[in-house]
Nanobody, 114 residues
Framework: QVTLVESGGGLVQPGGSMSLSCVATMNIFRPNAMAWYRQTPGEQRDLVARISPSGTTTYVDSVKGRFTVSRDNTKSTLILHMTNLQPEDTAVYYC????????WGQGAQVTVSS
């Protein structure tokens, strides 16, 4: 059974930091590029950060220099460390393979507000 479980969201003030974690079943995690996506109400789900199986990372321009994606292949865990968070980063964050599977987890709500 394939599962994706995100954790670590919450409320943070502008300029603050937060980390998200995602645990995936081993059979989809290890051989695949993994990514973080985010979605706001009424909008499509967008790619934020991607990491290849070997650790090469790419980011959408709006988060470059602020977000860092990493992976632990021994634990099938994906991490997103976010710094200098801004209100426009408010969204539900999801992890998935890249390109994504049809299955999605429940996501982690990140709210940036004073």
């Amino acid at each position: 059974q394939v599962t994706l479980v995100e954790s670590g969201g919450g409320l943070v003030q502008p300029g603050g930091s937060m980390s998200l974690s995602c645990v995936a079943t081993m059979n989809i995690f290890r051989p695949n590029a993994m990514a973080w996506y985010r979605q706001t109400p009424g909008e499509q789900r967008d790619l934020v950060a991607r990491i290849s199986p070997s650790g090469t990372t790419t980011y959408v321009d709006s988060v470059k220099g602020r977000f860092t994606v990493s992976r632990d292949n021994t634990k099938s865990t994906l991490i997103l460390h976010m710094t200098n968070l801004q209100p426009e980063d408010t969204a539900v964050y999801y992890c998935n393979t890249n390109p994504p599977l049809r299955l999605w987890g429940q996501g982690a709500q990140v709210t940036v507000s004073s």
